[in-house]
């Protein structure tokens, strides 16, 4: 059977920061995930074949940087945009935009940033992903949190008001393996 293997990007510097969106580079602890990936997947699907997805995101391609697979960026797989508020840290949109926060802790899925997206507009976005992923065979995708939300929420056949409050931690690799009805699914976290 085949899997689907999916992983945010190592930590990066706007993660250190709290800040959302942007395109920083990977912080040392993120390096270090970054380093210590190509052992664990390695292991994991042995002489298997396997590509690797990032998006066009520095801190996606850096973390993919040492596997030893062939590799593909999707804009189509860039985190949710924040529009005015991309770059902000949760306490500064807050201050700048109350109502905006209230709103969109009362509707996080169908909540749109000013000039941004909602993720039902990132669901939306998935669905040329999703076509491709369901004809190809292991796929290793170096995501962001809202994209994995959505990608994983489609696998489980979870709902919709679910999905935006999803676990999907750093350093931890999710594999899906798809069945006839659902997934089976194993997470690996890297102390890291
Ligand atoms: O903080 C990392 C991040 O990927 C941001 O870039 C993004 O806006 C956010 O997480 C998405 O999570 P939430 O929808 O819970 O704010």
Redesign the pocket.
């Known amino acids: 059977p085949r899997s689907i293997f999916f992983s ?1 990007h190592g930590e ?1 510097q ?2 250190v920061e ?5 395109d920083s580079l990977l912080s040392p602890r993120g390096m270090q995930y970054a380093k210590a990936l190509p052992a664990l997947i390695t292991d994991n699907i042995g002489e298997k074949p396997l590509t690797v997805w990032t998006s066009t995101l520095k801190r996606t391609i850096q973390t993919a940087q040492y596997l030893p697979y062939t590799k593909l960026t999707w804009k189509s797989l860039d ?2 945009d ?1 529009g005015v ?2 770059g902000m840290t ?1 306490e500064e949109i807050e201050q700048a935009y109350p109502d905006d926060s209230a709103n ?1 802790d009362e509707d ?1 899925f169908n909540y749109r940033y000013r000039g941004g997206e909602s ?1 039902r507009d990132v669901v939306v976005r998935m669905e040329p992903v999703i076509m491709e992923l369901e004809r190809q065979e292991n796929i290793l995708i170096i995501g ?4 994995l ?1 959505c990608l994983y929420a489609y696998f489980h056949h979870l709902p919709q008001a679910d999905l ?2 999803i676990k999907i931690p750093l350093h931890t690799v999710i594999k899906l393996t798809p069945k006839a009805y659902g997934c089976d699914e194993e997470r690996y976290t890297l102390p890291i």
């Not at 709290?18 to 942007?22: A, E, Q, T, V």
């Open positions: 945010r990066s706007y993660n709290g800040k959302i969106g942007g985190e949710l924040a508020c991309d949760y969109r996080k993720y962001h949190q809202a994209i939300r935006p409050y």
